[in-house]
């Protein structure tokens, strides 16, 4: 059973940071493209952020150079870094994992940038 189990959220002010994690579990790992997208309120869900299975990195432009996406292969673990968070992040934020068209998602964490 493939399960994606995000965690790391939580009420933040603006300029904070938080680093987000999600851990996978029945899925080969290394062979997956890992992913991690965003939804606010009322919006369509938006994508954040993907590292390669070649760690080749892309993001959004609207978090580029404040969000990193990285990976543990050891841990079996994605991680997305953000750093000078801005209210318009505030959104559940899901972890994905690719693999040519089969895609699994986690439930999601919610993120909140407020003061």
């Known amino acids: 059973q493939v399960q994606l189990v995000e965690s790391g959220g939580g009420l933040v002010q603006p300029g904070g940071s938080l680093r987000l994690s999600c851990a996978a579990s029945?899925?080969?790992?290394?062979?997956?493209?890992m992913a991690w997208y965003r939804q606010a309120p009322g919006e369509e869900r938006e994508f954040v952020a993907v590292i390669t299975t070649t760690n080749s990195t892309n993001y959004a432009g609207s978090v580029k150079g404040r969000f990193t996406i990285s990976t543990d292969n050891a841990k079996n673990t994605v991680y997305l870094q953000m750093n000078n968070l801005k209210p318009e992040d505030t959104a559940v934020y899901y972890c994905?994992?690719?693999?040519?068209?089969?895609?699994?998602w986690g439930q999601g964490t919610q993120v909140t940038v407020s003061s």
């Open positions: 029945g899925i080969n790992f290394g062979v997956y493209h």
């Open positions: 994905n994992a690719d693999l040519s068209g089969r895609d699994y």
